[in-house]
Nanobody, 115 residues
Framework: QVQLMESGGGLVQPGGSLRLSCAAT????????MAWYRQDPGKQRELVAA???????DYSDFVKGRFTISKDYAKNTVNLQMNSLKPEDTAVYYC?????????WGQGTQVTVSS
């Protein structure tokens, strides 16, 4: 069974930083691709950043140069370091794990960027 638990969301001023973490309670962590998505109310969920099994990373254009995704194999976590945050980054951020054609989701963590 795969369980994903996000943490680290909150309220931050524009230009500030937050670090999101996703703890994965699964033995397949090292063999799974991981990603962060986000969703605003009334909008579709969109990909923010992804990290593959080999550590290769991919970012959506709207976060390139500001966000960094990483995997901690010792702690079974995937992290998202978010710098230079903008009000338009406000959303619920979801952790995603993909393995053998199946996708798993966490419950989400709210990020609000506002002065």
């Amino acid at each position: 069974q795969v369980q994903l638990m996000e943490s680290g969301g909150g309220l931050v001023q524009p230009g500030g930083s937050l670090r999101l973490s996703c703890a994965a309670t699964t033995t397949i962590f090292s063999r799974a691709a991981m990603a962060w998505y986000r969703q605003d109310p009334g909008k579709q969920r969109e990909l923010v950043a992804a990290i593959g099994i080999g550590g290769e990373t991919d970012y959506s254009d709207f976060v390139k140069g500001r966000f960094t995704i990483s995997k901690d194999y010792a702690k079974n976590t995937v992290n998202l370091q978010m710098n230079s945050l903008k009000p338009e980054d406000t959303a619920v951020y979801y952790c995603n794990l993909k393995f053998l054609g199946r996708a798993y989701w966490g419950q989400g963590t709210q990020v609000t960027v506002s002065s």
